[in-house]
Structures are given as C-alpha cells and as structure tokens.
C-alpha cells in the first residue's frame, strides 16, 4: 500500500507484537525519550504499553492536553527535536487543536498521537467519537488514521520524517482501538523520502549569483532574519554571511536568539513593537534580504508601502512563501544552511559604516524617548522593562526566556539578551495565550542544563494555571515571573489608543498568585517596590527548584514603539 | 481581472486528501465551480481538476499550497485557451412530451446529443461539450419538460508537452 513507499531496509527481524506497543517500539526507534499526554479510553492500550517502556520513555502527564501539547513545542524548539504528545479520542484530540494549531504557524515540528473509537465504530456517533482528521487537517502538515495494526509502524516512521523534514510542522495519528490491541509483524524501517513530497526545493545556483551582484551592488542592504535560520542550523552560516558583507539584520520575533542581541550587526526587532531603525530604514533600502521568514503582517504593517524603494531577496524553503505577501525579486530556494553557504562565497567583503550609523542615529532617538526610561524609571511603579533588565543583569544572556502572549511577550522579546540560539520560546505566529507556562516546562526538561524563565501575564498564566501542577510533580526548575499589571495589558493599551479608553472586559481581580503557587508547593514570592526587584530576581534564580515571582508593574503602561495596524512601518509611532 | 482556471492535481490515493485540498480554497473564501477525480494514465496516480474563478494572483498562490501538501506530486494551472476541456450532461424527458412531432429529435441531432436511454415513461439525452454547449440545448428542451437535468465537473487535459515531464 501507498504508506510503504520508500522506506529503508529492516533494521531488525520482524516481531509478532500488538498495535500499542508497536508505537512505543516506534518512538524508540525515533530516538524518543521525553512525551507528553494525558489517558483516556481510547487511548489506553497505549498508556500500557507505556508502562513497560519507563525505563526508555519518560511520560509526562499534563493537567490538560494543551498543557502537553505546548509543553511539547517547548520541548521541540529548545531541543531542534520533535515533540511527541499522547491524547484520547473525543475531547482529548480536540483539546489539542490550538496547540497544533500553533505549531502549524510557527513551524515546529511534533507527532500528536490520538487514540480513537474501534473502527467499527467510525461514523456512529459512539462515546468520545470526533473526527479529528477532518477537524485537525488544515492545522497539521500531514495526518492519518490508522486502523489497522500493520500500518503503524509505516505511518509512525512517515509521521516523523514530514514533522521534520523540509519546514517543520504537526503531524497527528490517529490510531482506533481495535488497532492499537491488534497484533501485528512489527519491522521499523526509517522512512527517508516520499515520492510525492519534496521538503528541500534543489538550489539554483544561478539565483545565488544573481541574488550576489545584487548585494554586491547595494548601497543600503538590510537582512531581515527568522525562524528560518534556527529551523535550518543556519546560525553560523548567517553570522559568517553578515560579517563579510558588513549588512545590518533585524530579527523577527521568531528569529530573535540566531544571533547574539550584543552582535554589532544585530540592529533589532522588526514589526509593530519592533525598534525603531528597523522599522523606518526598511523603507530606505536599497536591497532587502530577508532570510527565513515570511513577512507577517506584524512585521510588514501596510504592504502598500512596505520598501516599495528596495528590491528584495529572498532565502527560504518553502516554495509557497515566495511572492505570498511581498513581491520578491530575486527568490533563492533551499535549505539556508546551504543558500548561506553559497551565497556568502559569492559576496564581496564590505562594511556599510556609513549606513549602518544611520541605525544607530536612530537607536539614540529610541533610547531617550523610550528605552531609557522603560529600563531604569526612577518613580511610579516598576515596569516590565525594568524587570527584564534586572534578570539580564543575573543571566547575562545565557537563559531560555519562554514568553506568553501580550504586552508582557513584546517587553521581553525587546530588552532581554541572547546569546545562545534556540532560547527564544515564544507563540508568534498564532499568538495563543496560555502557551508560556506549559512549554517553559517542555523547555527546561528538554534542556535541563539550562536556566528556563518563563515571563507570563497575569491573564495568561490563568489560561493553564494548572500546569503549576505539572511542574512540582516533575520538578522542573521552572523559574516564573509574572508581570501583573491587573489587566489584560495588550487588549487594554488598545482600547486605550483606538477605542477612546473604553476598558471593555479586559480589568481583572486577580487572585493571590504567591498562595496558589504555595498551595501547589512551588516556592514564591511577590513584589510592588522598586528596592525589592534586584534581590527577589536573585532570589528566584538562586533558588533550587522551580519558583513564582509576581511583579506588580504598572497598570496602564503601554508598550512603544508601535506601529498602529494599517500603517507603514515607517510610520512607527514612539509615543 | 477574475477569470476561470482549471487546476490540474496529481496526487496520491489518500484518504481525506480531497479535503485538504478543498479547504485551502475555503479559507480564502474561493468557490469551487466544479471537481472532478479520476486515476491518471500513471497507475496510482490520481488526477484532480477543479475549475474555480479568480485571479491570476491568488490562484498561482493556491496551487503553490496545494502543491506544499505532502500527498500532492504536481499541481498546474491553465486558462481555457491551455486546455482541450469537456463536460457531460444527461437530461430526462418525458415521452408524452416529445411524443407529438420528431422536434426533438431534430434538436438532438443538430446540437451533436444523443439518446441514451428510451424507456416508457422518458426517455435520457446525452450531449458533451463546453458549458454554453450542454446549457443551450438544456433551454431547448426546456418546452417539452426537462424531468432532470445533471452536468458534470470538467475534466481537462493539458495543451503544453512539457509540463508534467518529471511525472513519467
Ligand atoms: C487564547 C487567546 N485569547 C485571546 C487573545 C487576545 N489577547 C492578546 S494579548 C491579550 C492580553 C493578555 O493579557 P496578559 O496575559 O495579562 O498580558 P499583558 O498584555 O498584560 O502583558 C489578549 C486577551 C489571545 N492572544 N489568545
């Protein structure tokens, strides 16, 4: 049948064993240490199967499937590996659905497993009955039901290398029960290619040398980088591409951490709370190359005027990407680990002084009229920026920062520093809150040897609260900081700039979050003044095991710059 | 300027394909105007063709998303002029009505139909031809009481030589 396609040789002689622990064998023929789930019926001959497998698969249960699903993408984009998660049928399977959702549109790669009434059953309407093929489908990269025990190693193998291959995304199983209890001959052979998909487009070399007289030819060339150079272990590439041609880059809220923030040629982030060189100068450039990224319209603002001046470059691997907002150029497909490589092989060495000054013309106009005082207000209540800060200063850069979703999320992308690729975890594309609490904890058990901070919003940490669970039953040493400003920030400066200040919905009384972390035993601590900031964000990252700052900021702050949606990026507003 | 375009899909014979592909047309809030699948001349190989009215823009953007799924080989699109393209329509008519006269008869001829089926009671016509085509002879018959009418979804092939060399 069609799923056998190309896979390589056996590596093992075949087994007579069942449909369940066919899939445990799977994962770990994939090399599969670490998943997240929660059981339910459908899905339990798996989670026995499960319990012979301690030894060589960690299981960890989540207080909600969309805490596992996120604390899965955590995992994967600490890691560069895929995240798997186990669900039941019915409301198990649709819990996941703003998690693969996520993943889909923000490019990470993960094996959702979702167990599903027996096949006979399809159709009927039976107990925890969905289709969560139909409902999954335009959010995965690839799903497929299994419903019979013989197909899932071949199914398992081609789950993995679409997940992974090519740009990364979810991929879900959905496997009925009589499959699962069946028995089968279990043989795993890796699958390595499909016919009727290509995940790396072949490099034209003769776009590389176009796209190289162009840069060569540049007064004012600006890269403009994303997710696209950490998919692609493209980081050294990217900086040795940088440095010989002397170009300025600016990140995508993707791409922050592939280059170190104190890189002389990292000029910043791009889009609507973006810096504000990034965002005028894109309208000054001559040539623009943007460097695995797709050109959101947080990043574009009004395409209308979005570097109409400039000609465009553009390095990706997706065929679908090019020409899909911004008309390109010169499109140079691929993987950018190998574009890079060429490319920059074919560029003169340059240094750009004049123009890359221009950036910093503009970093001092941002700096006094807003980074200045965000980082070190004298009065009023702390800011969020503040609290960044004071955690750059213990960190110096070497963190994993997991954010959420809001003006919290836009804070800590701008001020932290990075100086290690893969550290940046945060809901871009889809922007889900709720996503920072459960993939902090998949990060810091991915890359344990790592500091994990998770830096939520009071409204967002209480979309998965729950998973303060999680957390103390597995001990991650998540460090927490909540950015309480009482409100639901983001929606609230909003309403304050376009709706004439009419708070519809978005207070909130909050409850004692230093209580609820003590009542789920995870250490805690709560501050409002200025003078205790320093030694409470020592304190929690001295201390051993996961820990819970609240930091009251104030409430009506609002994050500038901004670029008022409909605008041109030039059109950034400071204040 | 909108226009209509015949896609043409090689795909794999998966399960929930049609689907995939169906709603990156519905995400865009883009109406099918007809759809047809068949196996290909290549064993295993299925073949889409779905007529939707658009843009050149968005559709070149849509076969590139069809094409990004994973059981999809090749994805192409084409305005009529590219294609050689044919539909099927049937209509029943009672009997009694066409009994007086061979008018119809006549009109069957002169709109290159013929008759399928003769029973009792009706009696099936046939005709293949563009969509003008079946509709003329549809308003024709229209008098003598068209009992039922069906058309079918285009099925096209492909003008150029070259295009789908990389599926032989
Ligand atoms: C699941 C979900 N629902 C709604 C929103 C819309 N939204 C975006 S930001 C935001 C406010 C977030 O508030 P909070 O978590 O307190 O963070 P803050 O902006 O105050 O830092 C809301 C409601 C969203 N992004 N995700």
Redesign the interface.
């Given at each position: 049948m069609?799923l056998e396609a190309t896979l390589t040789p056996p590596i093992q002689a075949k087994l007579k064993t069942t449909g369940a622990d066919a899939v445990l064998r799977s994962l770990v023929e994939e090399d599969v240490d670490l998943i997240f789930g929660y059981p339910g019926g459908a899905i339990m001959p798996v989670y026995d199967a499960l319990y012979h497998y301690q030894d060589r698969v960690r299981h960890v249960m989540t207080r909600h499937e969309q805490g596992a699903i996120h604390a899965a993408q955590g995992y994967a984009r600490a890691t560069g590996k895929v995240g798997v998660v186990l669900a039941t049928s019915g409301p198990g399977a649709t819990n996941l659905i703003t998690g693969i959702a996520d993943a889909m549109i923000d490019s990470t790669p993960l094996v959702c497993i979702t167990g599903q009434v027996g096949s006979h059953l399809l159709g009927s309407d039976a107990f925890q009955e969905t289709d969560i093929?139909?409902i999954s489908?335009?959010a995965t990269?690839?799903?497929y039901?299994v419903t019979k025990a013989e197909d899932l190693p071949a199914a398992l193998a081609r789950a993995f290398f679409?997940a992974k291959s090519g740009r990364p995304g979810p991929v879900l199983i959905d496997i009925t029960k009589d499959a699962q209890f069946a028995s089968l001959d279990f043989e795993y052979r890796k699958c390595e290619q499909?016919?009727?998909?290509k995940p790396v487009p072949e490099i034209d070399l003769n776009q590389v040398r176009k796209a190289a007289a162009l840069i060569n030819s540049a007064k004012k060339p600006f890269v403009l980088f994303g997710q696209g150079v950490i998919l692609g272990n493209a980081e050294e590439e990217f900086r040795a591409f940088i440095e010989k041609t002397g170009i300025p880059a600016a990140w995508t809220l993707l791409g922050l951490s592939a280059l170190s923030t104190d890189h002389p040629l990292n000029v910043g982030m791009l889009g609507m709370h973006g810096n504000y060189g990034p965002n005028v100068l894109t309208n000054e450039c001559d040539v623009l190359i943007a460097i695995g990224m797709r050109f959101d319209d947080r990043v574009t603002g009004n395409l209308a005027t979005y570097a109409k001046q400039a000609k465009i470059i553009h390095l990706d691997i997706?065929?679908?990407e090019?020409?899909?907002n911004v008309k390109i150029d010169i499109p140079v497909l691929g993987n950018c680990k190998e574009t890079l490589t060429e490319l920059t092989e074919a560029v003169e060495f340059n240094s750009h002084s004049a123009w890359r000054s221009k950036f910093k013309e503009y970093d001092k106009v941002e700096a006094e009229k807003v980074i200045y005082k965000e980082l070190q207000p004298t009065t009023g209540p702390i800011s969020m920026a503040e609290v960044i800060n004071q955690i750059n200063q213990t960190t110096q850069g070497d963190a994993i920062l997991v954010t959420d979703v809001g003006q919290h999320q836009m804070i800590a992308c701008r001020y932290t520093k990075f100086i290690k690729s893969k550290s940046n975890i945060t809901s871009g594309g889809l922007g889900t809150m709720g996503f920072c609490l459960p993939a902090a904890l998949g990060a810091k058990l991915g890359a344990p040897e790592r500091e994990v901070i998770a830096v939520i919003g009071d409204g967002g940490f209480q979309m998965t609260i729950q998973e303060l669970g999680t957390i103390f039953q597995t001990q991650a040493a998540v460090k927490i900081v909540i950015l309480n400003n009482s409100f639901l920030g983001m929606v609230r400066q909003w309403q304050q700039l376009f709706f004439d200040k009419r708070y519809s919905s978005t207070e909130m009384v909050n409850p004692d979050f230093v209580a609820i972390a003590k009542g789920y035993r995870i250490e805690a601590k709560s501050v409002t003044e200025r003078e205790e900031l320093e030694s409470a964000v020592k304190e929690m990252l001295r201390h051993d095991g996961s820990y819970l700052l609240e930091v009251h900021v104030g409430k009506e702050d609002n994050v500038f710059p901004m670029i008022p949606t409909g605008a041109s990026v030039s059109d950034i507003r400071l204040d | 300027m909108e226009r209509a375009y015949t896609i043409s899909i090689f795909?794999?014979?998966?399960?929930?394909l049609l689907?995939?592909i169906t709603?990156i047309f519905t995400?865009r809030h883009v109406n099918i105007d007809s759809i047809n699948s068949s196996e290909s001349e290549n064993p295993?190989i299925y073949r889409f063709t779905i007529v939707v009215h658009t843009t050149e823009e968005q559709i070149?953007?849509m076969v590139?998303?069809i094409?990004?799924q994973?059981?999809?080989?090749k994805a192409v699109y084409h305005i009529d002029e590219e294609t050689v393209f044919q539909e099927i329509a049937l209509y029943k008519i009672s009997t009694q009505s066409v009994a007086e006269g061979n008018l119809v008869e006549t009109l069957i001829r002169d709109n290159n139909a013929r008759i399928l089926s003769m029973e009792q009671d009706f009696m099936i016509i046939e005709k293949t031809g563009h969509k003008e085509e079946t509709q003329d002879l549809l308003e024709f018959l229209r008098p003598y009481g068209v009992l039922e009418f069906v058309r079918s979804g285009r099925v096209s092939v492909i003008k150029p030589m070259d295009e789908l060399e990389e599926l032989k």
């Open positions: 069609y093929i139909s489908m335009p990269k690839w799903n039901q679409i499909i016919r009727s998909y997706d065929p679908s090019i020409n899909k | 795909s794999e014979n998966s399960v929930g689907n995939r709603s995400r295993g070149k953007k590139l998303q094409e990004k994973v059981e999809v080989l």
